[in-house]
């Protein structure tokens, strides 16, 4: 991996970690809205941003989680594993928009994992918090969407972590 590709992902990373702090109330838990979620959708635009994203989750949930052990193992999964199942769903779509939605699915229903989590860790039952994460994911990373696209209007994803 070049150099640039190294440092962008850390600029991934730490806007992740930046994001994920400065709304740490709202990230955690099993009502959860982290707004930092929106970064997933780099992934669209280059499969090479999944390291920095992947990095801002371990570095958020190492740094803020209430739950550092379980958020490491299932966050981390669950954006690894989403990702992954997105870039393989999407390899032969050209629209930026149907890659954007179904990782936005993929995220949300990957949200189990999470309610999993939140059920053995602090035992709380697990349609509920599979519902209420799974919502959050769904608005903010629905409400990334057209963010995302708008942000890469501007600055070109794709062709910054390529050139």
Known sequence: MKIKSLVINAVVAALYVAITASLAFTSFGAIQFRVAEMLNHLAVFNKKYIIGIVGGVLISNLIFSPMVI??????????????????????RITS??????????VFTIGSALIAWELYLALQLPFWFSYLTVAIGELVVMGI????????????????RIER
């Open 144 to 159: 990334g969407m057209p963010v995302m696209i708008y942000i890469d209007k501007k600055i070109h994803f794709n062709e």
């Open 70 to 91: 379980y958020d490491l193992v299932f966050g981390v999964a669950h954006t690894l594993i989403s990702l992954l199942i997105m870039s393989g769903l999407t390899r």
């Open 96 to 105: 930026v928009w149907v890659k954007m939605s179904v990782n936005t699915i």
